[in-house]
């Protein structure tokens, strides 16, 4: 890894609109509590029916392929340290406006579907533990409706809030570890399962399951890429941006790649499938006196955060767009007495209800994964066409290999031969041409104001 270090002199810095308050050690928690949440908490059981056994393997590509992006997000912030992300980088290299709003949406949309997915999750068998009276869907709907209503009234965030809700999150993920580990000492557990291959069949076939359940499991690892919206509010983000991506994503990678493998040595891989709670059904089956109710109430900690999280970015980012003039304008309307965007916030809701009702884990998890890794695909692609632009401060700069990498491995993951059911493709599709139908109005209507 090297260092850009342009020999122009540097002009004089800007005021920061923002209070930079993060230092080192709490953007690395932020970025790990992001990462953490819905994705391996839910869909763990799904990544499992499409590979079998080797439900290690997935997670270990998954981890490869988001420090390849990583590395390109991490070059990206320290170049242009603001709170716009891949939208931003985007616009910088191509500078193709409707090319932007489309990354812009589909970054909006992943946190819609990642919000489903977690409603999903919710609504399943770690609330199963509680009650089975309500029927999921109803679940779902309200716990979207729920969200909704607290994104309204107004919720203080904070970046040491946020490390609170990490704790637990990490917390019911030591739980499953600690109960690897003992099944492992005391002999339990079925070793030969980590190299059943059943579920992906042999030969090509093997192929496609081993790279499907790679780009359903990406779901687990998305989040990372959320953390550069906080680059003006920390501290030297240049130098410290680097070291928090690379060690949040090696944290969050590890953890899962060894979850992975508790849950294969504990539990077979149809049963993981079958369950839409599947590290309860890890513990359940651990040899260990650890209350289910309690992890179960861990796990809905942990999706419920993760939802909240990505609702609020969604309607934010709506929020954003409208006042751009991207959007109509009606999008960026605020709750008189609570400052909160109305109007974003209920056309997010709006749409996640939709998603809910229409989709499962597995679907909605996919979806957030391929919407993402096609967001993917361009800032990696971004960041080479970037290096004719130099700037005045000096930023990291990773090797010319990774982006290139990262660009062939998330549009491999985002193709067809990622053994996805076509629903993925018509929702995320359906999703976009909301999006376009919605630009194609504002344009419309900025159009006959002009002509006034």
């Keep these: 890894m090297t260092t850009s270090r342009p020999s122009e002199t540097p002009a004089p810095a800007e005021a920061p609109a923002l209070r930079r308050a993060i230092g080192p050690r709490l953007l690395i928690l932020f970025v790990i509590g992001d990462i953490l949440g819905t994705g391996i908490y839910a869909t763990t059981g799904k990544v499992a029916g499409k590979v079998g056994g080797a439900l290690w393997l997935p997670f270990l590509i998954g981890f490869v392929v988001a420090i390849l992006t990583a590395a390109s997000y991490v070059e990206l912030v320290g170049k242009y340290p603001k709170a716009a992300g891949a939208a931003l980088y985007t616009q910088k290299a191509f500078k193709v406006p409707f090319l932007t709003f489309v990354i812009a949406f589909m970054v909006m949309c992943s946190g819609l579907s990642s919000a489903s997915a977690a409603a999903r999750a919710f609504s399943g068998d770690y609330l199963g533990e509680f009650t089975t009276a309500l029927p999921p869907t109803l679940v779902a709907i309200l716990f979207i409706l729920i969200l909704a209503a607290v994104n309204l009234r107004g919720v203080a965030e904070s970046v040491k809030a946020n490390v609170v809700l990490t704790i637990v999150e990490v917390t019911g993920l030591l739980v499953v570890l600690s109960i690897g580990a003992y099944a492992v000492l005391t002999g339990d557990g079925q ?6 291959f059943e579920a992906g069949g042999t030969g090509f076939a093997l192929f496609t399951g081993v790279l499907g359940a790679t780009a359903l499991g990406f779901f687990a690892f998305v989040g990372f890429e959320d953390s550069v919206n906080m680059a003006e509010e920390t501290r030297d983000p240049a130098r410290t941006f ?9 944290v969050t990678g590890t953890v899962y790649v060894l979850v992975a493998l508790a ?20 513990v359940k089956a651990g040899g260990v006196d650890f209350p289910p109710k309690l992890f179960a109430l861990i796990a809905l900690f942990a999706v419920t955060n993760s939802a909240l999280i990505n609702i609020m970015m969604a309607s934010r980012l709506c929020y954003g767009l409208a006042n751009e ?6 999008m960026g309307r605020v709750l008189a007495g609570r400052r909160t965007p109305w109007a974003g916030i209920v056309f997010v809701s709006v749409l996640a209800v939709g998603l809910v009702t229409t989709g499962e884990i597995e679907g909605l998890g996919d979806t957030t ?12 692609i971004a960041v080479l066409v970037l290096r004719r632009d130099p700037v005045d401060h000096p930023h990291f700069r990773t090797p010319t290999a990774l982006p290139v990498l990262g660009a062939i491995t998330a549009l491999i993951l985002a193709g067809p031969l990622a053994d996805r059911d076509a629903d993925v493709y018509i929702r995320a599709g359906v999703l976009l041409l909301i ?11 900025m159009s006959a104001r002009e002509k006034r």
């Design 191 to 196: 070793p030969s399962r980590l190299t059943d």
């Design 242 to 250: 680097p070291r928090a991506i690379f060690i949040g994503v090696a």
């Design 263 to 282: 849950s294969s040595l504990l539990v077979d891989h149809r049963t993981l499938a079958g369950s839409s709670g599947p590290l309860l059904e890890v």
């Design 325 to 330: 003039r991207i959007l109509p304008p009606v």
């Design 369 to 380: 994964a391929f919407l993402l890794l096609c967001v993917f695909a361009v800032v990696n």
């Design 435 to 445: 999006g376009i139908g919605l630009w194609a109005v504002n344009k419309m209507v």
